[in-house]
């Protein structure tokens, strides 16, 4: 989140992190640029008026760069801004932002938004995915597993999610990790494996493998 206004950012910040997002702030264009460039994020939400200069100059600099340059230059942006010209809009988009939204916006439009552009970015357009005998709504976070709803922590919730986008890739502890909680917030460092160790005591033991000294996965479809 790229926001120079506390009250926004910290009001923004609340709702985000009470849908299960894991929440990193910037304050301008030389901040955000230094967490892009050592680290990889979901998605870019993006203020444009900012104290240090112009959120478009960020987003020009991120989609210039090569792809392996950065962790993820491709990474989605969505502008925020009180620019309601339209010719404003029209010059972020062409510059390679995804979406944007007015201000002042609803935060449930917003979430709503982030979600697409998840699926977008994980290359699907049904909202809700299906694993198996599981059934996962990532809007409503409810997982039904052979038509029973099972009951999941916001972070096994996560967990599940990020591995299920991933399928069938294996992920470290430290990427799965990286993509659930934000800089400042310190880890128990067997707090994946615990995540982990409650997921498949409430989905079965077959769903989440593990390779041993690398991380998990879970198998694509076929290989169930
Ligand atoms: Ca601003």
Known sequence: MVEDDEAIAGALRSHLQGQGWAVDGAVGVSPAWAALTVERFDMVLLDLGLADGDGTELLRRLRQTPQGRLPDSATPVLIMTARDQVSSRIAGLDLGADDYVTKPFDPDELTARMRA???????????????????????????????????????????????????????????IEQRLYSFEQVLESNAIEVHVHHLRRKLGDTLIRTVRGVGYYVPAEDAQ
């Open 117 to 175: 552009l998840q699926r977008r970015a994980a290359g699907r357009a049904q909202s809700t995915l299906r694993c198996g005998e599981l059934e996962i709504d990532p809007a409503g976070r409810t997982v039904v597993r052979a038509g029973r709803a099972v009951e999941l922590s916001a972070r096994e919730f996560a967990v599940l999610l990020v591995l299920l986008e991933c399928r069938p890739r294996v992920l470290s502890r430290a990427q």
